[in-house]
């Protein structure tokens, strides 16, 4: 009989797909200690918010969540703040909020469990990477789509951005621990893997001796597990584009026609500010070469508007360059100044006009999803059927492309892939019938 005390642990995720990776490591840390997850912080024991320092709301939304868990916090409950904040101002934190217990950055979150049952240390925001990929636990709690860290840090610097010292330099794993996760999600009845990583096209595995071990080498050694139907990857750097990935997309049909490439401007004087190190011309050649090798190929980018500097001129060649390119979908951002980047120190745009350029901005990425999405009325796409909805017998599935796909069954979906028939359209998904 099992005689470890049942105890519940409250993992709340506040960033990126790598933070919610995290969250699921954190939480498959602490299984075999006899927790389960529990939705009811109050029921937890312990309780750990993984965050997100990339924009000021995100933080400020930490520091609301540890008010208002201080108020309902009994002994028993053990706070912990894990993540991106807790790495960038962990020590601030413990200053600032006596209610916190533990804190852990997001290179050294493997040592929580022992910080706990010890109790003898309180902070640990060191880079470990490598010794923390060794130590997790990987078990998938889904049996369709899983996330897999390939790739953590980076070393490009751009101005306005706190990743390069929240997450340490660039990091790849090697491959055969890459495929050694992948098989446990396997056994689970895994049949899509995204690859993650800040950077994940500068992805290489040196360890392979006599080998070209990049991204490409990497999506077409896990294409070999017959199980995995589906790969996809996600954030890339325009220049870590490599020919070899380019082609993998026309080669390799395990590879799904979808590619998020964040520029974050047209204008080619504020990408020099944002310390980019590419210019708009050069993206543009990534995409045509991609579209050479898949032409259905769909496109996604990330835009900060009202960086300091930005003038309406800058503006208006993000707008041109947004219409010339026509985006499957894209996130937008206002310039969110952040401690101790360089851009924190130029000259800022004021708050109402950020707020109108983001207004037109989202304006127009809302209509060319629209217009995209409408374009598959009436066509057969392949559907990967992931999640129940939330009314009676409704199934939602991810097309090749990404994009959410509703449709009704009476028999369960979940886990096959079929070609569905697209009836409807809305702005951010669409509808299908068996
Ligand atoms: N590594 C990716 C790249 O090269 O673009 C993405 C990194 S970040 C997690 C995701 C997005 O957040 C960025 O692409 C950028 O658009 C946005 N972002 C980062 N720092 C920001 C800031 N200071 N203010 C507003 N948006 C920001
Ligand atoms: Fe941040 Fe730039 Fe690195 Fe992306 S490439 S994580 S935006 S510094
Ligand atoms: Fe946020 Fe850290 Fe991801 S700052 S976006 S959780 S890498």
């Not at 910080?115 to 470990?128: A, P």
């Not at 490009?156 to 951005?161: L, P």
């Amino acid at each position: 009989m099992n005689k470890t005390p049942k105890k519940r642990i409250f993992i709340k995720s506040y960033g990126c797909q790598m933070n919610v990776y995290d969250s699921n490591r954190i939480k498959n840390l602490f299984e075999p200690k006899g927790y389960s997850e529990t939705g009811d912080l109050t029921k937890a024991d312990l309780i750990v918010l993984n965050t997100c320092h990339i924009r000021e709301k995100a933080v400020e939304k930490v520091y609301s969540d540890i008010g208002r868990i201080k108020k309902i916090k009994k002994n028993k409950h053990k706070l912990v703040i894990a993540g991106c904040v807790a790495q960038a101002e962990g020590k601030e934190i413990k200053k600032r909020a006596s209610s916190v217990d533990y804190i852990v950055g997001p290179q050294s979150y493997h040592k929580l469990p022992s910080m706990i049952e010890n109790n003898n240390s309180f902070i640990n925001n060191d880079f470990l990477q490598n010794e923390k990929f060794k130590k997790l636990l990987f078990k998938s709690s889904n049996t369709v789509s899983e996330f897999v860290s390939i790739q953590e840090g980076c070393d490009k610097f751009c101005s306005f951005c706190v990743v390069p010292y929240t997450r340490g330099s660039e990091f790849s794993r090697p491959i055969n621990e890459i495929k050694e996760e992948i098989k446990k999600y396997i056994d689970n009845g895994i049949k899509e893997v995204v690859l993650l990583g800040q950077n994940v096209n500068a992805y290489y595995d040196d360890s392979q001796s006599g080998k070209h071990a990049d991204l490409a080498y990497l999506i077409n050694k896990i294409s070999e597990f017959d199980n995995i139907e589906r790969i996809r990857y996600m954030t890339s750097h325009p220049n870590d584009m490599t020919n070899s990935l380019i082609e993998a997309h026309g080669k390799n049909f395990k590879l799904m026609p979808f590619l998020h490439l964040p520029i974050q401007s047209g204008s080619d004087k504020i990408l020099k500010k944002m310390n980019r190190k590419h210019n708009v011309k050069k993206y543009y050649k990534i995409i045509d070469k991609l579209k050479s090798w898949r032409p259905d190929i769909a496109l996604s980018s990330d835009f900060i508007v009202g960086f300091p500097e930005e003038t309406n001129e800058d503006f208006d060649q993000t707008m041109k360059f947004v219409n010339n390119v026509n985006f499957a979908i894209a996130y937008s951002f206002m310039f969110s100044s952040r401690p101790g980047t360089p851009a924190s120190k130029f000259k800022k745009v004021d708050l109402s006009i950020k707020k109108a350029r983001l207004s037109a901005l989202q304006s127009l990425l809302k209509e060319q999803q629209k217009n995209y999405n409408k374009s598959f009325v009436n066509s057969a796409l392949e559907t990967l059927f992931d999640r129940k909805g939330r009314h009676k017998d409704q199934y939602i599935g991810r097309s090749i492309y990404n994009q959410s796909v509703f449709v009704n069954s009476v028999s369960n979906l979940i886990g096959k892939k079929l070609n569905v028939k697209i009836v409807r359209s809305t702005d951010f998904a669409l509808e299908g019938e068996l």
